[in-house]
C-alpha cells in the first residue's frame, strides 16, 4: 500500500557530497517521523538521521555538522543531504516513513565513498 523510493545514490571520492531522496506513495494520510539508516556489511543498522512531522530532526554525532535530512510533505518526500563524505560512509543507505502507526522502507540505495 505503501512504497518508498530512493534514489540518489552512486560513488563518489572522499570529501564530494551527494543528495539522497525518498519518495513514498500509495496510501497515505500522513507521515510521522522519517529517517535515514545505514547498513554495511557485519555492522548492526545504523540511525544516520531523522526528521518528526515537526521538522525535529537528530543525527547520528558521526554525520552530525556534514548531513542535513529535511522533507518536503507536500511531496511525502524526505532527502538527505550528504556533504564532506569519508570512506566510512559507504554503506546501503534506506529510508523510513512511520504511516498509521506502521513503519516503511525503501528498498535502499547504495553509497561507496573512494579515498
Known amino acids: 500500500q505503501v512504497q518508498l523510493v530512493e534514489s540518489g545514490g552512486g560513488l563518489v571520492q572522499a570529501g564530494g557530497s551527494l543528495r539522497l531522496s525518498c519518495a513514498a506513495s500509495g496510501r497515505i494520510f500522513s507521515i510521522n517521523i522519517m529517517a535515514w539508516y545505514r547498513q554495511t556489511p557485519g555492522k548492526q543498522r545504523e540511525l544516520v538521521a531523522s526528521i518528526t512531522s515537526g521538522g525535529i530532526t537528530n543525527y547520528a554525532d558521526s554525520v552530525k555538522g556534514r548531513f542535513t535530512i529535511s522533507r518536503d510533505n507536500a511531496k511525502n518526500t524526505v532527502y538527505l543531504q550528504m556533504n564532506n563524505l569519508k570512506p566510512e560512509d559507504t554503506a546501503v543507505y534506506c529510508c523510513?516513513?512511520?504511516?498509521?502507526?506502521?513503519?516503511?522502507w525503501g528498498q535502499g540505495t547504495q553509497v561507496t565513498v573512494s579515498s
Open positions: 523510513t516513513a512511520n504511516i498509521r502507526a506502521s513503519d516503511y
